[in-house]
């Protein structure tokens, strides 16, 4: 059977929005209550379906404007049984915005956000100047932001950005999580290109920092 043809019983993960102006219901997305992680970008949801897959005491909602790709989240994570996982399909920061509500995720993964390498265009990038405020927003107290790209240019302005921002602190990413790779990664790692990654927590209150104890 032709993968695209594949029929499932249980129902599509991604999700329906009712309302691009209300705030998500988070509690009603999910089958069990449980911290939030986010992945902004996901495409085909190779490490999405994968690290919810090793995950199951958290929920994961990939985010992603392409209809064939977040499709495949749906098939991948539906293949997998998984309860954990649901899809989104609109644009990251919008997303953000207007639609999470404010400090519900213990987690933002960004994994090779499309560079936009001509400098004219470098306004596009999703992580700009603004876009720690709209993480410290998004996130808990103790929540992080993970980072990885394959462009030297793009994790300079990453790794200035958040660098500037008091309300974070660059901390190191676990070597369970990086070794689930995302699809652009694995073709890139392929060709020698190697991964750039920072991770970036949110901090308390001056030099205190939340860590995870169970
Ligand atoms: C270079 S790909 C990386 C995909 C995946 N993170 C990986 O590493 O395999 C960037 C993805 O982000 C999506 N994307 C780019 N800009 C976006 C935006 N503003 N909102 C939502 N998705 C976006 C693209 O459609 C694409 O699937």
């Avoid at 936009?116 to 808990?140: D, Q, S, V, Y």
């Avoid at 990413?173 to 920072?198: C, M, W, Y």
Wanted: a positive charge; one cysteine or more.
């Amino acid at each position: 059977m032709n993968n695209r043809e594949t029929d499932f019983a249980s129902p599509s993960l991604l999700v329906e929005l009712r309302s691009i102006v209300e705030r998500l219901a988070l509690g009603q997305l999910f089958p069990k209550p449980q911290p939030l992680e986010v992945e902004l970008g996901c495409g085909d949801a190779s490490f999405l379906a994968e690290y919810a897959r090793r995950n199951p005491d958290q929920n994961f909602i990939g985010i992603e404007r392409l209809l064939g790709r977040i499709q495949k989240l749906d098939r991948k994570g539906r293949r997998a049984g998984l309860a954990n996982l649901r899809g989104v399909r609109i644009e990251s920061a919008y997303f953000m915005q207007y639609l999470l509500p404010p400090h519900a995720v213990s987690a933002l993964h960004i994994y090779f956000p499309d560079p936009w390498p001509k400098k004219k265009h470098r306004r596009h990038r999703l992580i700009n100047e603004g876009f720690p405020a709209l993480a410290r927003a998004a996130l808990m107290p103790g929540g992080v932001v993970y980072l990885r790209t394959d462009d030297m240019d793009y994790f300079g302005q990453m790794t200035e950005v958040f660098g500037a921002s008091r309300e974070f602190q660059k901390i190191e990413t676990p070597a369970e999580l990086a070794e689930v790779l995302t699809d652009f990664e694995r073709e890139f790692n392929a060709q020698g290109i190697p991964t750039l990654r920072a991770a970036y927590q949110v901090l308390l209150a001056a030099g205190v920092i939340w860590t995870k104890t169970a």
